[in-house]
Nanobody, 116 residues
Framework: QVQLVESGGGLVQPGGSLRLSCAASGFIFREYVMSWYRQGPGKERELVAH????????SYADSVKGRFTISRDDTKNTMYLQMNSLRPEDTAVYYC?????????WGQGTQVTVSS
């Protein structure tokens, strides 16, 4: 079965950096577009970034462009989100997501808190 496990969240000061990881299993990772979403307190879940199956095609929400970088390592079945210049408004639970046919799968999420 499809399994997505996020890690790397934590508490960081404004201006700091974190790298999130999403370890995937149960499907042929290299053949799927992968995405990062986040849900801040009192907010709806929003798309942060996604990366094509080739790794060359990436897309970002305007709010994170120039600060976040999405990447993948198909040899490790893992996706990453490098987050730099973090702001308090980046505080959220971050989720990885994949759509496999008619089904959409989510990880359990990892909490990122940006605060001084």
């Amino acid at each position: 079965q499809v399994q997505l496990v996020e890690s790397g969240g934590g508490l960081v000061q404004p201006g700091g950096s974190l790298r999130l990881s999403c370890a995937a299993s149960g499907f042929i990772f290299r053949e799927y577009v992968m995405s990062w979403y986040r849900q801040g307190p009192g907010k709806e879940r929003e798309l942060v970034a996604h990366i094509g199956w080739s790794g060359d095609a990436t897309s970002y929400a305007d709010s994170v462009k120039g600060r976040f970088t999405i990447s993948r390592d198909d040899t490790k079945n893992t996706m990453y989100l490098q987050m730099n210049s973090l702001r308090p408004e980046d505080t959220a639970v971050y989720y990885c997501q994949v759509t496999n046919g008619a089904n959409t799968y989510w990880g359990q999420g990892t909490q990122v808190t940006v605060s001084s």
